[in-house]
């Protein structure tokens, strides 16, 4: 077998290793750079997975409540999505490392379509992403 060869298929071994690996990292900065771009993975295939399903919707605009307790019931919003688990698992453990053992109570009163709640998501995570950017800034 060629050096090249043996090269490429060592390179694409590697790579298909890496990208089956679950998001895990440990700065809550990389954590949530890590959700926004596995939502906007999702959200740029042809569907997102499972999309309608329904989840319990987030009030990420709430001021009332701390970025830990939105963090929590985005976890536990996700958490009850089964038929597509294998997709959202990543998302799930990024979003319980970040929240820090913060019980929470999620009402399922008001739902939302799966792909409707990962843009509301994604957004809040970019804000705490812009937000700890600017705290880590000299």
Known sequence: ?????????????????????????????????????????????????????????????DRKLSEQELLCQAAAALTSVTRCRKDYEPLITNLQSLHRDTSCSLSDENEIYLRNFLPELGNFTQGMYRHLATLAAP
């Open 1 to 61: 077998m060629h050096p090249w060869l043996k090269a490429a298929l060592a390179a694409l071994s590697l790579l298909q290793l890496v990208s089956s690996r679950p998001l895990m990292s440990t700065s809550p900065k990389l954590k949530l750079s890590e959700i926004t771009h596995r939502i906007q993975q999702l959200n740029s295939g042809v569907q997102v997975p499972c999309n309608d399903t329904r989840v319990a919707q987030v009030a990420f605009t």
